[in-house]
């Protein structure tokens, strides 16, 4: 809780006893040190001496500052898919200190309200501005996963509840009904119509879950505001610390929610929700979002979102088709982080049903009767859309099909012709080709990209994977490496956005360029010291586009995002193997024709060459440890 000033509050046994207190919620430690448990709570109205309460505060936030900047959490373990593998020679050993974090628990233990009444209060003052930042992350984004009308709508009547109940209730009068409403358990049926299941937890049915995911959006909307600005009553406050107090003030919500038996749909939009928010303030791979992640799993499973075909009949089609939605994303998500990270998935398609969405429109998912008859009429027997390539258009259940399929093939890497099979089973103008910067927006162009991105770094695991368990020449390793740098590499080419790419984007740097330009220039140093051509690709072209990698990260000053510091380390690595290789002089050339794609691939095994002292060498001057805070695997996606 804050005063209007926008320092912290004290509880009130401190503010009394006139001592510091550390504004820990629930109870502060000062009070648990003295036995006021019982006691200590924050009054959302103090009356304080403001002078001698400020002064305290700045140095207590000072102090928590200094504190908290010497803390710093790791990664945990990273395993052979891990974005490290490729220059690093034992994937099993526990190599998190290639990603350090900065501390994060003044976001975890922030100074907002965790009591129901102080949440009221902060709803109240924000929910106006919340529902704006929601409506533009929704008019901006093409990675939302619950169908806007369903947030729009019931925003819309939260707020209006809100506004008509503080002329006649107080702050805690309001808190008590929003806590009675949560212990209703949801009464879902196929016939329930929207207004009915609106009625269920917004408007005088009011809930903390769907208060938690008021705040949860609308501190991601002010994330990706692009004005990096947030004007509340008049004053201008940064995006980041206004969703640092949403974040907070979402897990107070969440933690109310949590002593609740009954499970409903609403708590998995802000376990959902929650989650997001959280990855994007201190980034994926942080432990604590990671164990974010995982209760949103448990809970999936717990409202048994990963049996759909037996709960489909049971559910009204708009709710049926949300879950579908979210389960997908989920599941790929899930994918993402286990190859990111080395870490076995937490959902695995063996014991899940798993139906993907329907390529509709948000609106259309609300249609029912003989409106939804006609809107499913218009999509083909996969589920797609049969629209024509002039009315082609990414929908946020578009989108999530598509990566939910590519995801796929995480699960099913010793059935490597499945690959291309699935891949061309999406519609062809939804592939990625460099044209689509001048045909389409660079935010769809960015959706396609990334999914291109995402099925080519599958091609490469698999690749991977038979190439170090059978020791055969795989040249099409090669091919896919170079496709997959030759894509990043669109990147550095729009030039209007390259502050923001480098700002926003450098994980995508991180996660497919380096990999991609690790096994490349390994292969072309033994191949140049063996005298060899290499295979199925051109050496110019190879060195062409690692010398633009490099360069990219060498002649631009260093964003704050740790992710963008950890590309400028790995570039070293690329860049002094580059170096290397072309400073070597050979004692004989001979003829290297690099159009016969059936040279074979004798070269030094990537494990012979990730040892060599060499290798090794560069590696150990490699600055890994640096604040690493994850990258968006989401982009700016609900999911």
Known sequence: MRRRNGKAV????????KI????????????KLRGFDAKCYYHPAPLTRQKRKEKESVTGNRNNTEESDKERTTAGYLGSTSFTSVFSTDSNRDIAHAALFPSTRNLLNGNNPSIEQSLVQLVCSSISLCEELIRGYYSRSYFTVIPYPLI?????????YLQDSQSDEN?????????????????ISPQTTLDEFYNLFTGHSLRWEFIGVIFSLGGFGALINPSHMISINGD????????AEMHTASSACLEICERQPSMNDIIIWLRSSHMILATDLMGDINHPCYRLFGGLVFDCFAMGLHSQTRFESELPFFLSETRKRIFAAISRRDKNLATALGRPPLIHRNYCDIVPPLDLDDEDVLLSGS???AALSKLDDEGWSKRSIEDRKFWPATVIRMRYQTSVFREEVQVINNRHTTWTSIPPFFHYTPTLWTQLDPTATMVSLTIHLEYLQSVFQLHRISQSRTHTDTPDLLVTCTQMLSAVLDLTKQLEYRDQIRERYSWIFLVYGFPSAGVL??????CTF????????????????LSVLVGWFENASVPGRGEYQACVEASKVVGGLLDEILEFEPTELGNWDNSDVSVPMNSVSFDELETSELFLGLLDGLDWDIALPGWDLGLDSTF
């Open 10 to 17: 004290s509880c009130e046994p401190c503010r009394i006893s």
């Open 20 to 31: 510091r207190c550390d504004h820990a919620t629930p109870i502060c430690e000062k009070c």
């Open 152 to 160: 729009f709508e019931t925003v819309s009547r939260a707020r209006q």
């Open 171 to 187: 702050h805690a009068a309001i808190a008590a009904k929003i806590t009675q409403n949560s212990k209703k358990p949801f009464q």
């Open 236 to 243: 201008r406050t940064k995006a980041h610390a206004f969703a």
């Open 371 to 373: 409106e939804l008859t």
């Open 521 to 526: 220039v390994n292969e072309l140093r033994a």
């Open 530 to 545: 063996s005298n060899r051509p290499l295979p199925g690709i051109s050496r110019a072209e190879v060195i062409r586009n």
